[in-house]
């Protein structure tokens, strides 16, 4: 599967816990994104990257959450001291800058985040 | 700030019924749009999408959708539609980033599609 994957696709944590989610992008593409759908809701911008830099953040991202590409390849999303507002879905997408319709994103399976 | 709007939270229909689903946006200026589709447990797939051009783009599975300059429209149409279309449908536009020539898209709250055999 050539897709973009994430790991873990479902995760459970009791309020305070810290959880760390990780975003494998379709190989070679240099632009990852990071968003959060809530139920009954589209998708929200968190953060996006262009290979290993964090160019954007959204300020729905606090202070309590961090994202990384290290390498500009993989990234991960820690929140920390988790709250129940948290529960959602967490989104990545990837893209290529260079490809012909540089605004298609293709995104990955999400990680369902509960907090007890 | 750019922002979308579905009319339609939640749709029945008869399977071979005729889809509109209704989508506007805010943003007067030049504009990217896009139908994504979410499955029951399956990812956000693209349908269709608008750059330039001919304003009535067709996409996957039969779907089209009309872009309305004047209204600031991009409706989602399919002729008769099938119980395999049950789904969470989104529109979507693209706002640029302040510090990227990147753009991040911007959803709808959905329309969930409910089909009846």
């Known amino acids: 599967d050539t897709g973009v994957s994430q790991d873990p696709r479902h995760k459970i944590t009791k309020r305070g816990q810290n959880v760390t989610f990780r975003c494998d992008p379709i190989?070679?593409?240099?632009?990852l994104y990071w968003y959060r759908q809530t139920l009954g809701q589209g998708p929200e911008f968190l953060t996006y990257?262009?290979?290993?830099?964090?160019?954007?953040k959204s300020r729905l991202l606090s202070d309590r959450f961090s994202a990384e590409r290290p390498k500009g390849s993989f990234s991960t999303l820690e929140i920390q001291r988790t709250e129940q507002g948290d529960s959602a879905m967490y989104l990545c997408?990837?893209?290529?800058?260079?490809?012909?319709?540089?605004?298609?994103?293709?995104f990955g399976p999400g990680t369902r985040l509960t907090v007890t | 700030a750019q922002s979308v709007s579905q009319h339609n939270h939640h749709v029945i229909l008869s399977e071979a019924a005729s889809l509109e689903l209704g989508c506007n946006y805010s943003y007067g200026g030049t504009v990217n749009l896009f139908w994504y589709v979410q499955y029951p447990g399956q990812h956000l797939q693209l349908l269709l999408k608008?750059?330039?051009?001919?304003?009535l783009v067709k996409g996957i599975k039969g779907f089209e959708a009309e872009f309305i300059k004047s209204k600031f429209s991009f409706n989602l149409r399919k002729p008769s539609v099938q119980w395999s279309d049950t789904a969470e449908y989104f529109c979507a536009v693209t706002a640029f980033l302040r510090y990227s020539s990147a753009s991040k898209i911007i959803f709808g709250s959905g329309t969930r599609l409910s089909i009846r055999p």
């Open positions: 190989s070679e593409h240099n632009r």
């Open positions: 608008y750059f330039s051009g001919d304003p």
């Open positions: 997408a990837s893209s290529l800058a260079s490809q012909g319709d540089p605004y298609e994103q293709y």
């Open positions: 990257f262009q290979n290993e830099a964090q160019l954007e």
